[in-house]
């Protein structure tokens, strides 16, 4: 069994979390909350979405809390959907962009309400956006990569074919999202080590959600086969509006401590973390963060696996 030394965990708790939830919360505490999720050693954080606020009204106040986080030594990352998306993050000063496209077709257009083609042809602008401003960074999520709430099954040749078509437009960061928890560990190899065969220059991060219990076990056999980005939500917090079934994220606490007690390194301090997800249950009762490390403690600390 071969683990990367170390991996980059992007948090996407504040994004895919709060978007799930009825309440909105206020933008301060979005603020108090990336801060201290920041305070624990994340330094990638999807902080918010420039998309419609009619369609997801949690994050309406997305330029408010880019402007809050300002100071915060971290990569403040946001997710778009579109042009305009794009422009309104950059306006606001976020210069990392995570553009959401699905493999499938129902799921793209319940989420986003237009073709992938249409979607596709969107991204090529940003692209072109993205290489006028310094520093300007535009990662694709291919959602629905192990499966469909609507369609099922995905074929890893439309992966591929989406993986591919990305590319052509000269993007080199694409995460694999399992929006509603449909693959298996099997499958999570089959699809990664396609990818890596067919496009060879592309770093393929995942992002998986733990509706059926496998998250963990998916994050795992990612870091297998050689996945050093991750995406998880402190608590567990998240799901997807448009995709019928779909509960959290895997729990960065949960990731955190599958690393470290490996030996993977992740940078995060596991009681700092739990602090900022005590933070939000505060904050928000009622909220149900499933996260099995954050319910049970962070562990005693313990010296290096020895043979
Ligand atoms: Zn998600």
């Not at 799930?20 to 624990?40: C, E, F, H, W």
């Not at 949690?58 to 300002?70: F, M, N, S």
């Not at 056999?221 to 980005?229: E, L, N, P, R, S």
Request: proline share 7%; net charge neutral; aromatic share 4%.
């Amino acid at each position: 069994m071969s683990l990367p030394a170390s991996v980059t965990i992007v948090e996407v708790g504040p994004r895919d979390g709060l978007q799930n939830l009825r309440q909105v919360l206020p933008t301060a505490d979005k603020v108090r909350y990336i801060g201290l999720l920041a305070a624990s050693g994340l330094t990638a954080i999807e902080v918010t979405s420039f998309v419609s606020p009619k369609a997801v009204p949690q994050l309406a106040d997305a330029a408010e809390t880019v402007a809050g986080i300002r100071d915060l030594p971290i990569t403040p990352i946001a997710l778009v959907a579109n042009l305009k998306g794009a422009r309104n993050a950059v306006a606001a000063g976020v210069r990392r962009l995570n553009f959401v496209l699905s493999v499938s077709t129902s799921h793209h257009r319940s989420n986003v309400n237009r073709t992938r083609e249409e979607s596709l042809a969107e991204l090529a602008e940003i692209v072109d956006l993205a290489e006028k401003i310094p520093g300007f960074r535009v990662r694709a999520s291919l959602a629905t990569a192990f499966g469909c709430p609507f369609e099922g099954q995905v074929p890893i040749a439309e992966v591929l074919r989406w993986v591919g078509a990305v590319a052509t437009l000269g993007i080199t960061e694409v995460t694999l999202a399992d929006t509603v928890g449909f693959g298996n560990p099997e499958l999570v190899r089959q699809v990664l080590l396609a990818c890596r065969d067919r496009f060879p220059g592309i770093t393929c991060g995942v992002h998986f959600h733990d509706t059926r219990g496998l998250g963990i076990a998916n994050a795992l056999m990612g870091m297998q086969c050689g996945v050093t980005v991750l995406d998880a939500a402190a608590g567990g917090l998240g799901g997807c509006p448009f995709a019928p079934g779909a509960t959290g994220n895997i729990a960065t606490e949960d990731l955190i401590f599958l690393c470290e007690e490996m030996d993977v390194k992740t940078g995060v301090d596991l009681a700092r973390l739990c602090e900022a997800s005590r933070f939000l249950q505060s904050t928000l009762p009622g909220v149900d963060l499933p996260s099995r490390v954050f319910r049970a403690g962070p562990p005693k600390p313990r010296g290096p696996i020895s043979e």
